[in-house]
Nanobody, 126 residues
Framework: QVQLVESGGGLVQPGGSLRLSCAAS????????IVWFRQAPGKEREGVGC????????YYADSVKGRFTISRDNAKNTGYLQMNSLKPEDTAVYYC???????????????????WGKGTLVTVSS
């Protein structure tokens, strides 16, 4: 069965850190860009960033640049989103998605994704 499963969400205080994982099964992530999205309550979904399928290059939304880092471990068929210096406005459900052969570039969040996870909730609050 083909699926993406996010994990690692939870409650964290402002200024804290979390690392989300995105584990793939039923297919090989190697040939896919890994894209992270988030959706806050009452807001539209927004792209957080992505990592390319080819050279591991990354691209981030301005709202998270310098605080979030996306990585991948193809041997584990898993992607990661390291989130530091978290702010209350980072509270959202975070989703990972897989995009065949895509590069990390502006517009990454406007493409049609091949696979989606079901999301994991991140709450930043004191």
């Amino acid at each position: 069965q083909v699926q993406l499963v996010e994990s690692g969400g939870g409650l964290v205080q402002p200024g804290g850190s979390l690392r989300l994982s995105c584990a793939a099964s039923g297919f090989t992530l190697d040939y896919y860009a890994i894209v992270w999205f988030r959706q806050a309550p009452g807001k539209e979904r927004e792209g957080v960033g992505c990592i390319s399928s080819s050279d591991g290059s990354t691209y981030y939304a301005d709202s998270v640049k310098g605080r979030f880092t996306i990585s991948r471990d193809n041997a584990k068929n898993t992607g990661y989103l390291q989130m530091n210096s978290l702010k209350p406005e980072d509270t959202a459900v975070y989703y990972c998605a897989a995009d065949w052969g895509a590069s990390a570039a502006p517009g990454f969040d406007g493409r049609t994704m091949d696979y989606w996870g079901k999301g994991t909730l991140v709450t930043v609050s004191s």
